[in-house]
């Protein structure tokens, strides 16, 4: 079911540049995180700059403020969507980033943005990120919803398109906007009396460096606390061939009881490269 699902979403994913799960969670799963952050929300300075916004608090770390946020950050039907679109294009994906937004009453609108630019690779040929929005209070155009300029992904040259073809999508606690990060996009206006919240979630080709330092964030003593599959999502595991290691080892080493003094290295390649690499040790003609 969840593939079936999965292949649904990715069509209108690639077709339209985002896509949206309703009902993703119960919604009281979405109200138990947010009480989670209370603390959080009541103590973060209001951001500086037009890009973080000085109406809006922002704050990551979100894997370890709660477990709920966990469970989004591992949500199977999201994985296998982020997956179809990044796979492709990497040997394992990785956790860019976790962070809870609240926009408050007279923000004004975001700058229209890519999330991809952060990395000046070439743009157009591979995705480089998706993002997954979970709203802890519904979403509208007049309380800063996050907005979406669709099809804007097929043509990434045009950095800026007209304001009257962005739409807001609806979305309510326990829903998921999944939207790529070629995706032109950004927070809304609030015009409301109340703020807006929500947490985003991104995950990154396993490759590149992620916006949130994943192993500082969560160094290991507190990632050895997380599931095997979650602490590799956020790097302690080796993106092959060898990428991302400690000592020549999975840095998921760190997580264990007993460190080593002295540690050998153990190749983490690819099956094509392990299958040249025994060819090529099993030919003397080769070896020299």
């Known amino acids: 079911m969840t593939a079936r699902l999965a292949d649904r979403h990715a069509v209108r994913l690639e077709r339209e540049g985002y896509c949206i799960l ?36 922002r704050f990551g770390a979100l894997l370890r403020r709660s477990t709920i946020a966990r469970k989004l950050a591992m949500h ?16 394992r994906i990785a956790l860019n980033l976790t962070q ?26 591979i995705e480089y990120l998706v993002n997954v929005m979970w709203p802890l209070t519904p979403f509208s155009r007049s309380n800063g919803g996050t907005r979406l300029w669709p099809e804007s992904h097929i043509d990434q040259d045009v950095a800026q398109l007209p304001e009257a073809e962005a739409i807001v999508p609806g979305i309510s606690p326990g829903d998921a906007l999944i939207f790529l990060g070629s995706t032109l996009h950004g927070g809304g206006a609030n015009s409301d009396p109340l703020p807006r919240r929500g947490v985003v979630i991104s995950y990154c080709l396993g490759w590149l460096k992620p916006f949130e330092l994943q192993w500082l964030v969560y160094p290991p003593s507190v990632a050895r606390t997380f599931d095997p599959g979650l602490a590799a999502l956020i790097g302690y595991a080796q993106h092959r061939p060898n990428l991302g290691n400690v000592e020549g080892q999975c840095p998921s080493i760190l ?18 490269q392990t299958e040249a ?3 090529f040790r099993s030919d003397p003609d080769k070896r020299g």
């Open 22 to 57: 309703p009902r993703a969670v119960e919604p009281d799963s979405i109200a138990t995180m947010e009480a989670d952050f209370a603390d959080a929300f009541a103590h973060t300075p209001m951001g500086h700059g037009a890009f973080y916004g000085e109406h809006t608090r």
């Open 100 to 125: 809870a937004i609240e926009i408050h009453p007279g923000a004004p609108a975001q700058f229209p943005h890519r999330d991809q630019d952060m990395w000046p690779g070439p743009k157009g040929a």
């Open 277 to 279: 690499a025994d060819r």
């Open 255 to 272: 997580l264990g009881d007993h460190l080593p003094r002295y540690i050998g290295a153990v190749d983490a390649l690819r099956p094509d």
């Open 76 to 91: 199977p039907l999201v994985l296998a969507i982020v997956e179809q679109q990044l796979l492709p294009w990497c040997d």
